[in-house]
């Protein structure tokens, strides 16, 4: 890559990195604010068991409590382990 | 039947006590008898914006308390017939509205409006939330800047959960997006959300597109809603949005960099 190309590549774009950073956070709240009161406290409660066996950053879990039918919820739960266990 | 509108946003200074006030006067300009009612206890405004800071005598709060009646309190517009405005209060007690004092008054101003204004606070608490109760409809400001847009997604669950609507079971409240200090030229150049990009997040329906305009600023420091301004561009944004409110179909405009005309490129514009 020439110099020139390589000032030319800086000009990102910084709309479009707004609105990638804008649609994830907020589809991410809005399933946060369909679900029930608890679900926080949870996530936060079950990232606090997880961190006792395993250093996981805090964006790495995510909870979700999905209503499949009107008898049917399933709680999901998706922890993404580092690399290197301790 | 009177219409309740809230212009609300979550985030402050997006531009919702100037909106208020252009749209507001709008409704009055085309003959539908309009009050504005500023929630902003503790924070008055309205009242400079539309320029009649001085005959404040009472304000919701005296009503709410029973210390004046509306009659005494509403301050009727010099300008614009048809038009009031309800001043806040400057308390700085926080709890001085009540659902039952709100709904109270809002009840009694139906009776004898078209169109009830409530320009909301900022925030999520129980100004905003009172705002925007009883509302039937509702104009989110939304800059196109991130931290504004993720308030508004936050303001549009409540409006779709915390409403009296909402509780009651009635058809939701309608929404409507305006964006606010809009700046063509760089969202060509890529450094702002443009109006596609800030509709495909929020996905409610756009009312209006506000530009950035030094009109606003010579509006609110002369205490003219910038509506009355009518050769500026933002004044006939606010009159496009107006209508559009009304149900009439309007293009939109001032969303694409204008070519600089001759003597503008010399004398600068
Ligand atoms: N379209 C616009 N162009 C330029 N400045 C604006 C525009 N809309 C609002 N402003 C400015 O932004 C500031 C905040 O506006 P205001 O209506 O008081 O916001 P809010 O009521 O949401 O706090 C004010 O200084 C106002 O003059
Ligand atoms: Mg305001």
Same mark, same amino acid.
């Given at each position: 890559?020439?110099?020139?190309?390589?000032?030319?590549?800086?000009?990102?774009?910084?709309?479009?990195?707004?609105?990638?950073?804008?649609?994830?956070?907020?589809?991410? /709240?809005?399933?946060?604010?369909?679900?029930?009161?608890?679900?926080?406290?949870? /996530?936060?409660?079950?990232?606090?068991?997880?961190?006792?066996?395993?250093?996981?950053?805090?964006?790495?879990?995510?909870?979700?409590?999905?209503?499949?039918?009107?008898?049917?919820?399933?709680?999901?739960?998706?922890?993404?382990?580092?690399?290197?266990?301790? | 039947?009177?219409?309740?509108?809230?212009?609300?946003?979550?985030?402050? %200074?997006? %531009?919702?006590?100037?909106?208020?006030?252009?749209?507001?006067?709008?409704?009055?300009?085309?003959?539908?008898?309009?009050?504005?009612?500023?929630?902003?206890?503790?924070?008055?405004?309205?009242?400079?914006?539309?320029?009649? @800071?001085?005959?404040?005598?009472?304000?919701?709060?005296?009503?709410?308390?029973?210390? &004046?009646?509306?009659?005494?309190?509403?301050?009727?517009?010099?300008?614009?017939?048809?038009?009031?405005?309800?001043?806040?209060?400057?308390?700085?007690?926080?709890?001085?509205?009540?659902?039952?004092?709100?709904?109270?008054?809002?009840?009694?101003?139906?009776?004898?409006?078209?169109?009830?204004?409530?320009?909301?606070?900022?925030?999520?608490?129980?100004?905003?939330?009172?705002?925007?109760?009883?509302?039937?409809? &509702?104009?989110?400001?939304?800059?196109?800047?991130?931290?504004?847009?993720?308030?508004?997604?936050?303001?549009?669950?409540?409006?779709?959960?915390?409403?009296?609507?909402?509780?009651?079971?009635? @058809?939701?409240?309608?929404?409507?997006?305006?964006?606010?200090?809009?700046?063509?030229?760089?969202?060509?150049? %890529? @450094?702002?959300?443009?109006? @596609?990009?800030?509709?495909?997040?929020?996905?409610?329906?756009?009312?209006?597109?506000?530009?950035?305009?030094?009109?606003?600023?010579?509006?609110?420091?002369?205490?003219?809603?910038?509506?009355?301004?009518?050769?500026?561009?933002?004044?006939?944004?606010?009159?496009?949005?107006?209508?559009?409110?009304?149900?009439?179909?309007?293009?939109?405009?001032?969303?694409?960099?204008?070519?600089?005309?001759?003597?503008?490129?010399?004398?600068?514009?």
């Amino acid at each position: 890559m020439s110099l020139l190309d390589y000032f030319r590549s800086k000009k990102t774009n910084t709309a479009s990195t707004a609105k990638e950073r804008l649609q994830i956070i907020v589809a991410h /709240e809005r399933k946060r604010r369909s679900g029930p009161d608890y679900l926080p406290q949870l /996530e936060r409660d079950i990232l606090e068991v997880i961190r006792k066996y395993v250093d996981i950053p805090a964006d790495q879990i995510a909870v979700s409590l999905e209503q499949r039918s009107d008898e049917l919820s399933v709680l999901e739960l998706n922890v993404t382990f580092p690399d290197e266990k301790r | 039947m009177a219409k309740i509108i809230v212009v609300t946003s979550g985030k402050g %200074g997006v %531009g919702k006590t100037t909106s208020s006030a252009a749209i507001g006067t709008g409704l009055a300009l085309a003959g539908h008898k309009t009050v504005i009612v500023d929630f902003d206890i503790g924070l008055r405004n309205l009242d400079l914006i539309m320029g009649c @800071e001085r005959r404040v005598v009472y304000d919701f709060v005296n009503v709410i308390n029973g210390e &004046a009646n509306l009659k005494q309190t509403l301050i009727k517009d010099k300008r614009v017939d048809n038009l009031f405005i309800l001043p806040a209060s400057q308390t700085r007690d926080k709890d001085a509205l009540t659902k039952e004092g709100v709904e109270r008054v809002l009840n009694e101003l139906a009776q004898d409006f078209d169109f009830i204004l409530c320009d909301s606070p900022a925030g999520i608490e129980s100004g905003a939330m009172m705002a925007l109760y009883f509302a039937d409809e &509702a104009v989110v400001v939304t800059n196109p800047e991130v931290s504004s847009v993720r308030d508004s997604d936050r303001i549009i669950g409540m409006l779709s959960s915390k409403s009296r609507r909402a509780e009651q079971g009635l @058809e939701g409240i309608k929404e409507h997006l305006l964006l606010t200090r809009y700046n063509p030229e760089r969202v060509q150049k %890529g @450094e702002m959300l443009s109006v @596609e990009d800030v509709k495909e997040i929020l996905a409610i329906e756009l009312i209006g597109v506000i530009p950035e305009s030094q009109a606003v600023l010579n509006a609110s420091n002369s205490g003219q809603p910038v509506i009355m301004d009518k050769d500026s561009d933002a004044g006939q944004a606010y009159l496009d949005t107006v209508q559009r409110l009304l149900g009439e179909k309007v293009p939109l405009r001032f969303l694409t960099v204008e070519k600089k005309g001759f003597i503008k490129r010399i004398f600068g514009g």
